[in-house]
Structures are given as C-alpha cells and as structure tokens.
C-alpha cells in the first residue's frame, strides 16, 4: 500500500515541478499573507477533497504532489488524505512555508497592516487557545470547584498529544474560524482551467 514520503525545502528545490502539482492546505488568511511565488493549489486541509482538488487542476493519480502548510503538520495530514484518495506519489514539505523560505523559494502575498483587524497565525492562536484554557480552568478549579483542574490536565494532554502525533485538533477548529477564512474562500480555488498542473489561486 502506497504511504505519503517527508522532503526536505533544500531537496525540492532541486525537483523539477513542472509537472508536479503543489498544494497549500494552510487557512485562506495565511494563504493571503504569504504564500509561494509559483503556481499551487490551495486547499484547506480541514475542507480537502483530493480528488476535487485534483480534479480542478488537471493532476492524475500519479502525479507527483506536494502538500505545504506553515510547518508540516497540517500537510502530514493532506499527504495522508490524498494517498487514502488512491494518489501513488504524495510527499509533504518538511517545515512548510518558513522552511521554503530559508531555501530560497520566494514568496508573494499581501502584508496586512499592524491593526487590530490583523490576525495572529494559526500556530500562535493555537498556543494561545491553550494557554488561556489552561489558566481559565485552572482559575476555577481554585475558585469553584477542584473538577475544573481536569479540563486543565485534558488540554495538556492534548498539546501532548499533538507534539507526538503531529495531529492537532485545536488547529484544525481554530482554521474553522471566521477570522480564519480571509482571503480565497471556498474549499479549493477553482484552478485548472486551461491552466498547467498547480496552476495559482490569486
């Protein structure tokens, strides 16, 4: 059975990706803010449908594909989705974007102005999510009731948990977030029209 394979930034840049098809699971806020300067796909990986994606932008089941988020997580997951589609040459990037972008791979996208509309990324709403559910339910298993320190001791097992699996449920339901959805909306931008594999949302 076919299993999704890791690659190094360095490694790709030196593939040849004409032909391949890159696709971009991170939310439609960061996809806006930065994203690769070459063609992609993009797909959120919470609402992504290989074959739809593959659909739209003219990839067959063996073509090579390569899933990118901000770090590699949320792309270990879309590597898994397509490769259960029945995809037979899925790698994800290791290190995501930040990664491409030490490698030399240049970026495109629109840099939001420092105000209070601007959200922070994903990574760091998740860090924050969990530390002030940690603190709230700390404060009231002191205050109200010693049960609430359970809702703490859960929380720390799922950081965990993410840190051992790469799977973290709090990220997947922070992307779900309306001022997550900034940017390209829908699922998947509609790309492949007359266009080259990985032809670009922009």
């Known amino acids: 059975m076919a299993s ?44 992504l449908d290989p074959r739809q994606v593959a659909l739209r932008s003219g990839a067959l089941t063996d073509t090579p594909i390569y899933t990118l988020c901000a770090s590699g997580k949320r792309a270990q ?46 990574d760091r709403q998740v860090r924050l999510a969990a530390g002030a559910l ?10 109200v009731h010693k049960a609430f320190l359970l809702g703490a001791l859960f929380v720390g097992c799922g950081q965990v ?10 990220g997947l339901l922070l992307m779900r977030a309306p001022w997550n959805k900034k940017g390209c909306a829908g699922a998947s931008c509609p790309i492949g029209a007359g266009k080259s594999p ?3 949302c922009q």
């Open 134 to 143: 940690t603190a709230v339910f700390v404060l009231l298993g002191f205050f």
């Open 77 to 122: 997951t879309a590597a898994a989705k397509f490769v259960e589609a029945g995809f037979t040459d899925v790698t994800y990037i290791e290190g995501g974007l930040a990664a491409c972008q030490e490698a030399g791979f240049p970026t495109a996208g629109q840099a939001l102005p420092k105000t209070g509309e601007s959200s922070p990324t994903l």
């Open 161 to 170: 948990f993410s840190g051992l699996t790469n799977w973290c449920g709090l």
């Open 4 to 47: 999704s394979k890791s690659i190094s930034a360095q490694a790709l840049r030196q593939k040849d990706l004409k032909q391949a098809l890159i696709v971009d699971v991170r939310s439609p806020m960061e996809f806006s803010e930065k994203r690769l300067a070459m063609p992609t796909a993009f797909a959120p990986v919470t609402e």
């Open 198 to 200: 990985g032809a670009s």
